[in-house]
């Protein structure tokens, strides 16, 4: 059969419970890059075009299932961790007979997409794939065993392997792709008959070859690919290796980063040229930068898109919103959800914005609340101010028209609205609306008391 007439079918095994991590949270659902182990395995395997994709679970099962189950994957038990074959054996009811199996795991998170497209090729209807790679340190892996003419006879796991083997660089990943007919006939035959008890998926090999079927090697040239997570300090190292990848992508193309080790990205960013990022910052979800924007130290963004040339001082947080073009935000602004400010806004120090619109060139500088509001253009906004925008049950809007000035610590108690060229006097409480180009007063009367007398100590 020619290869490429062979639908691809993915088992991810998952059901480790990594007692290593000390954590009540199967393994697979910690996170790298802000994102589950298990999930960038299930990205990469969709975007091989897979045909039927089985997740192999075991402990915390149910966590897995409800955090990552999507109708694209099928989740299966296994009830008692007898090894990586009597993993696979739980799916081969929902495999097809005309497939090509790929084996992944779940704890193994980097590998790519061109990695496993040159195993997945390298296999026809008479032959099975092993992803191999050569390390330096081979310690606690299965290796490669090989005749003199070069061909892979058999995998020795370490605590099987003699001296010489254990000598061996050349490494076993796990990952392996073999015709499902193949697959089905050859995992019944596997023994337990080893020091662990279990059932080795590498055994394959040794009943491919005297099945005379081929044997094929694909070699990853990176070890980071293939490099499982077993304990937390694990998970650490391949954070800063999976950070440090991404920030000399961006580097390569334009983007100066302070310090790449005091720099995260969480999740899908595009970033354009000349932006500059200093130290502390990070990003999550899905974020869309563009050119020349400069985001302080200590800034973080979660899916939002930040127009060119807008400057974030220190300590900006934004959630869930629109940055435009040429805007200040900071120090220690904080933009929540549903947030859109329009081309050359201004957030100043202290400021909260939540889903509310900030017009062109409009200004919120100082130790104020705008919440639930729609701000024309050229609206100053003063030190202290707030929107009161809750009554305790409902959410009310606060409108304000082009040009409005609002003076220092004047209170807007939503409903109301501002419309164009409305001035507030500084302390005010409005609770009315207030038309164009009037002034807005609502400030309690002064007393002075003559001869009073300070309070003294008893």
């Known amino acids: 059969m020619d290869k490429s007439a062979l639908k691809l079918n993915v088992v991810v095994l998952a059901a480790g419970k990594g007692t290593r991590m000390a954590s009540s949270i199967p393994k697979v659902l910690h996170k790298l890059a802000g994102k589950p182990l298990l999930l960038h395995v299930l990205d990469t395997a969709h975007s091989l075009n897979c045909a039927n994709l089985q997740v192999v679970t075991g402990f915390g099962a149910e966590a897995v299932e409800t955090e990552l189950g999507d109708s694209a994957t099928r989740f299966v038990l296994q009830k008692e961790q007898k090894g990586t074959a009597h993993a696979v054996m739980q799916t081969m009811d929902g495999l097809d007979d005309e497939a090509l199996v790929l084996v992944l795991y779940g704890d193994v998170p980097l590998i790519k997409k061109a990695t496993l497209q040159g195993l997945i090729d390298s296999v026809t209807d008479n032959s099975m794939g092993v992803l191999t790679c050569v390390v330096d340190d081979p310690t606690g892996l299965g290796r490669i065993i090989r005749d003199k003419s070069g061909q892979i006879t058999r995998i020795v796991e370490e605590k099987d392997a003699g001296t010489e083997e254990k000598a061996i660089r050349e490494i076993n990943t796990g990952f392996m792709a073999i015709p499902a007919k193949r697959l089905k006939a050859w995992l019944p035959r596997i ?33 980071k690919e ?64 563009d050119a020349h ?36 935000l900071g120090p220690f602004a904080r933009v929540r959800p549903g947030t859109e400010m329009k081309d050359a806004s201004k957030l100043g120090n202290f400021v909260e914005i939540k889903k509310s619109i900030i017009g062109e060139g409009s200004k919120v500088n100082h130790l104020s609340y705008v919440g639930d509001s729609e701000l024309g253009k050229d609206v100053n906004i003063g030190a202290g101010t707030i929107t009161c925008n809750y009554d305790g049950i409902n959410k009310h809007k606060t409108v304000i028209g082009d040009g409005v000035f609002i003076g220092s610590n004047a209170v807007l108690v939503a409903p109301v609205e501002l419309e164009s060229g409305a001035f507030v006097a500084a302390g ?15 400030r309690a009367k002064q007393l002075n008391v003559d001869g009073w007398k300070r309070p003294g100590n008893k």
């Open 191 to 223: 023994s337990a008959d080893n020091s662990q008890q279990e059932y080795y998926l590498t055994d394959l090999v040794e009943l491919a070859k005297a099945d005379g079927c081929e044997v094929v090697t694909s070699q990853c040239s990176d070890q």
């Open 226 to 289: 293939v490099t499982g997570i077993n304990d937390r300090i694990q998970l650490a190292e391949l954070e800063r290796i999976y950070q440090k990848d991404m920030h000399e992508e961006l580097m390569k193309n334009g983007v100066s980063i302070a310090d790449p080790a005091r720099f995260d990205i969480r999740g899908n960013v595009t970033i354009a040229r000349d932006v500059e990022i200093d130290i502390n910052v990070i990003l999550e979800g899905e974020v869309s930068i």
């Open 293 to 328: 924007v400069k985001i302080g130290a200590g800034c973080i963004l979660k899916n939002c898109t930040v127009g060119e040339g807008t400057q974030l001082h220190p300590y900006t947080v934004i959630e869930d919103a629109v940055i435009g073009k040429s805007c200040q």
């Open 428 to 442: 005010s409480t409005i609770t009315k609306n207030i038309s164009k180009d009037q002034l807005g007063v609502g």
